[in-house]
């Protein structure tokens, strides 16, 4: 059954059009974000999609107890009017294995794909979807070869891209853009979050974790994506000097 308030006659090209003018009118990037903002609108407007049929499947309880209120909570802008009513009818979906992480991050960050492999259109080469997270919840240090955005559309987040970096507050309506390899770490306060989020470039589906060592080393961890679109863990190798420069943490 479609969600309250749903557009299920908006799909296909469409729909990704939507998505396209709704994101180029409302992320307002710095002089400095530009050229990355650019590349993020480019790529949603041009990637291939296909649309597809989303599963009919009851919500994780995280996302139906919080989903609602952080949508009726959302400001208003071009790119929250197009989410807002696709929302209800995401395949939501826990992204990370409780077994080899926090308890409260897995279970605490669901995923919708809007776009990608779950989602409302199919795609192998952008992802386009909203997080939802919820209070009390740090993603830690992680770094991946896709160049990413994340929008706040509701709630606030605090985002750090570096191991002794400050943390950026980004309230609703305000974003955070990260390049390809660079370092950062995810904090909710004491309030739950929905975020919208594009990943394109590189995406080979590897999510490297930074985990501190009792000898004072480093390690980073391998997250690979599954065909579901969850992340599991492979291998753990140490963290080299070159790795820290290229995450923009030397």
Known sequence: MAGEGAIPSVKGPALQNRLADAFDVTVRPTAGEAPLVE??????????????????????????????????????????EVLRP?????????????????????GGL????????????????????LFLL??????????????????????????????????????AGEHSVTPPHQVHELRTG??????????????????????????GSWDRVCWQRQPDSSWKVTRREPLSESEILRAGDG
Not at 43 to 64: G, N
Not at 67 to 80: E, G, I, Q, T, W
Not at 110 to 129: E, N, P
Not at 197 to 203: A, C, F, K, R, S
């Open 86 to 106: 696709l929302a209800r009818d995401l395949d939501w979906y826990q992204i990370f294995d409780s077994s080899h992480t926090d308890p409260s991050l897995a």
């Open 110 to 129: 669901m995923a919708g794909q809007v776009i990608g492999g779950r989602g409302k259109l199919h795609s192998k080469d952008l992802y386009l979807g």
């Open 39 to 80: 590349t993020l609108a480019n790529d949603l407007r041009a990637v291939v999609t296909t649309p597809q049929e989303l599963p009919v499947d009851q919500q994780p309880p995280m996302v139906s107890d919080r989903l609602p209120a952080l949508l009726d909570a959302m400001p208003v802008s071009p790119l929250a």
């Open 190 to 215: 004491t309030e739950a979050c929905l975020i919208a989020y594009v990943w394109t470039g590189d995406l080979t589906g590897e999510n490297w974790w930074w985990e501190p060592q009792e000898d």
């Open 134 to 171: 919820a209070p009390h919840v740090t993603y830690p240090l992680h770094q991946h070869a896709a160049l990413e955005i994340y929008h706040v559309l509701s709630g606030e987040i605090y985002i750090r891209h570096g191991r002794e970096k400050l943390s950026m507050h980004v309230t």
